[in-house]
């Protein structure tokens, strides 16, 4: 099990020695490593069992910063960075030379964030590099969204978990490019689609691209249960499954269950994100032998959170 805590200094001088840390964010916990170290990173693929042809983001505490990494900016991109930058947007920007390709897969752009949480903005100003984390998962697994689910499942592999307590908004970062002057939004998150288009526009979403190696974070199989979790009528699903865990969101239409969550009982959206990951590991713990849920109402971040129940119900 590695050591938690909030100091800074602890953290920082780890990442300068080519360590591997585990960072809050706002969205999910990161497992992070200095991104212009390619030996560093090549550990954070390692311990992950990620890989290599799944490219990772980096972080970085400012727009300004943000060029030190990338070519250019576009406009319709530098406008989404202003508006929401510390927050959960990720953006594909032409990378410079510095970035190493294993951080990108080989590709030319690189995925970049400013995460919108105090302690991680404070520590990446304390050190000269960018920080570059994936989700501190094992491949394929639910995102940890305490310091504790980090240390369950990737305790032995961290140097130090800096604990910034449970995350806001529970849900991954939305990712963002441009080709050919149209907006395309590759990853559903924790930004709304409606936010995003409010300032540029109309979007090409482009998330089902199972096999495209730009998107790989986009496979069919993410963010699973061990259990297998079954998507549809939950009242219908009961009769055929006696032993099942129930996710549900709003007022409850079914029997008690042995083990049941509600995403939200008020129907709140951003609720429901925030607790959507600590309830798929809390069912995936109890005694059921399946995981029941209906999709939610396909709109803010109601469509990212059936994004990733979708993913997660496939095996
Ligand atoms: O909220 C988040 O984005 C969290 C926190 C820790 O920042 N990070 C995260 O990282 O979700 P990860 O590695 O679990 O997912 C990153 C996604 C992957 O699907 C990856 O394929 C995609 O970003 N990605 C990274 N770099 C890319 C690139 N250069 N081109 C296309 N997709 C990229
Ligand atoms: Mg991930």
Redesign the pocket.
Known sequence: MASIGKSIETASDFLKKGQLVA?P????????ANALDTTAVAGVFEA?N?PVF??????TYSVLKAHDYVKSIPEPLLKLANAFWPG?L?L?LE?KELVPDL???G?????I?V?NHALTLELLKSIDFPLA?????PFGYV?PTTPEHVNKQLGDKVAYILDGGPCE?G?????V?IEENEVCV??L??LALEEIEKIVGKVNLKINSSSN???????KS?YAPMKQLILGNVKENLKLYKNAAVIYFGEKDFDNVGAEYNLSPTKNLKEAAANLFFALRMMDESIADVILCELLPEEGLGRAINDRLKRASVK
């Open positions: 960072i964010t706002e969205t999910v916990y990161g497992l992070a992950k990620r799944d490219p990772l983001i980096i972080h959960p990720t594909l990378k951080v990108t897969s590709l030319d752009r690189v995925a964030r995460p984390a994936p989700s501190a998962n995102s908004v849900i991954e970062s939305t990712i490019g590759y990853r998150g924790g190696p730009a998107a790989p974070g986009q496979l993410h």
